[in-house]
């Protein structure tokens, strides 16, 4: 009689262990995500940078994020990026007939979804 419980309840709620694997499944997503998305050409400059370290954990921290404000959960990570940014000025310079930084190496794009998930 135990065994029949075991079924039904079975059949009306999915068991802990497939939850889990959704959930991991879900994580593993973001972090190929936010591999991905890091491996860009399109941020190359700035993880190579003298605040490397900072940015790439900022850029990973957002793209995990699931805060119903996406990025609010990263502030420290943020404020840990700006502060570096602030200490090394010269390297996050701008040309200033074109706008474009100081030691940008060529134009790259990204695609889009790599950040925005869509």
Do not use: W, Y
């Not at 998305?37 to 954990?57: M, Q």
């Not at 959960?73 to 474009?100: H, I, K």
Request: charged letters at 30%; one cysteine or more; a negative charge.
């Amino acid at each position: 009689m135990e065994h029949a419980d075991e079924g039904s309840r079975s059949s009306n709620i999915p068991p802990i262990e497939k939850v889990d694997e959704g959930e991991s499944s879900d994580l593993e997503d973001l972090e190929l995500k936010a591999e991905q998305a890091l491996s860009c050409p399109c941020v190359a400059d700035l993880r190579e940078g003298p605040c490397g370290k900072e940015f790439s954990e900022a850029f990973v921290c957002f793209i995990k994020s699931t805060a119903e404000h996406k990025g609010s959960d990263c502030v420290e990570s943020f404020l840990n990026m700006q502060a570096c940014m602030l200490e090394f000025p010269d390297a996050f310079s701008r040309n200033e007939s074109t706008g474009t930084p100081k030691q940008q190496r060529k134009e790259v794009s990204c695609p889009e979804n790599l950040v925005t998930g869509q």
